[in-house]
């Protein structure tokens, strides 16, 4: 088969596992109507959700094709988060990105400092210690790219949380992406309500 549609049945399984992506983040409560977003590399370009697409009911007309290097006219339909995915592909070998808002996780970045350690069973073997960033503009912005995409480079881990906004898990498996960041939500809600009881029983 000539590699020319090869790439495209390559192509149309990429959006076809970011459309199921974004339908179990939205079913699982990870992302609200209108937020969060998912990108697939593959060779030197990034499939990319629009910016203010429903993740939940994602369509082909939904992702749009950008260069890694450089930019294209796509980049003004593009996530906002663009510029972040795009620096973490530069400085990493991940081909996969999804940025979630995962209630439980987002609300332990008020209160923990700049790790969170999961202490249920599953949490320690899959999601282990959470890297915490903090940035003054926390979405879209130059400053997140560059302080996402270093730590992501520095400390070899797949899933960052940044203070008051939401989860960024990389991967080079799309689905495994999927996986962690649902891993993350359920070991935040386990912590959360383990040290609720805590303040109860005092």
Same mark, same amino acid.
């Given at each position: 088969?000539?590699?020319?549609?090869?790439?495209?049945?390559?192509?149309?399984?990429?959006?076809?596992?970011?459309? @199921?992506?974004?339908?179990?983040?939205?079913?699982?409560?990870?992302?609200?109507?209108?937020?969060?977003?998912?990108?697939?590399? @593959?060779?030197?370009?990034?499939?990319?959700?629009?910016?203010?697409?429903?993740?939940?009911?994602?369509?082909?007309?939904?992702?749009?094709?950008?260069?890694?290097?450089?930019?294209?006219?796509?980049?003004?339909?593009?996530?906002?988060?663009?510029?972040?995915?795009?620096?973490?592909?530069?400085?990493?070998?991940?081909?996969?990105?999804?940025?979630?808002?995962?209630?439980?996780?987002?609300?332990?970045?008020?209160?923990?400092?700049?790790? @969170?350690?999961?202490?249920?069973?599953?949490?320690?073997? @899959?999601?282990?210690?959470?890297?915490?960033?903090?940035?003054?503009?926390?979405?879209?912005?130059?400053?997140?790219?560059?302080?996402?995409?270093?730590?992501?480079?520095?400390?070899?881990?797949?899933?960052?949380?940044?203070?008051?906004?939401?989860?960024?898990?990389?991967?080079?498996?799309?689905?495994?992406?999927?996986?962690?960041?649902?891993?993350?939500?359920?070991?935040?809600?386990?912590?959360?309500?383990?040290?609720?009881?805590?303040?109860?029983?005092?």
């Amino acid at each position: 088969m000539p590699y020319t549609k090869l790439k495209i049945l390559y192509v149309e399984k990429i959006i076809e596992n970011m459309i @199921f992506t974004g339908k179990v983040l939205y079913q699982e409560g990870l992302v609200n109507s209108h937020a969060g977003n998912i990108s697939v590399r @593959f060779e030197d370009s990034i499939y990319i959700t629009k910016t203010g697409a429903m993740l939940g009911y994602l369509t082909e007309k939904d992702i749009v094709e950008v260069p890694v290097i450089g930019t294209s006219p796509e980049d003004k339909v593009a996530s906002s988060e663009l510029i972040v995915h795009r620096e973490i592909y530069k400085k990493t070998e991940h081909k996969a990105i999804i940025h979630a808002h995962p209630v439980h996780a987002v609300s332990l970045t008020f209160f923990l400092k700049d790790t @969170f350690i999961p202490i249920d069973n599953e949490g320690k073997l @899959f999601v282990k210690e959470v890297p915490i960033i903090e940035a003054e503009h926390a979405s879209g912005s130059k400053e997140l790219a560059e302080k996402l995409s270093d730590t992501f480079k520095k400390t070899g881990k797949n899933i960052v949380l940044v203070k008051k906004h939401g989860s960024f898990v990389a991967h080079s498996d799309l689905n495994y992406a999927l996986k962690l960041t649902s891993d993350l939500e359920f070991c935040a809600k386990v912590y959360y309500l383990v040290n609720q009881n805590k303040q109860l029983e005092r």
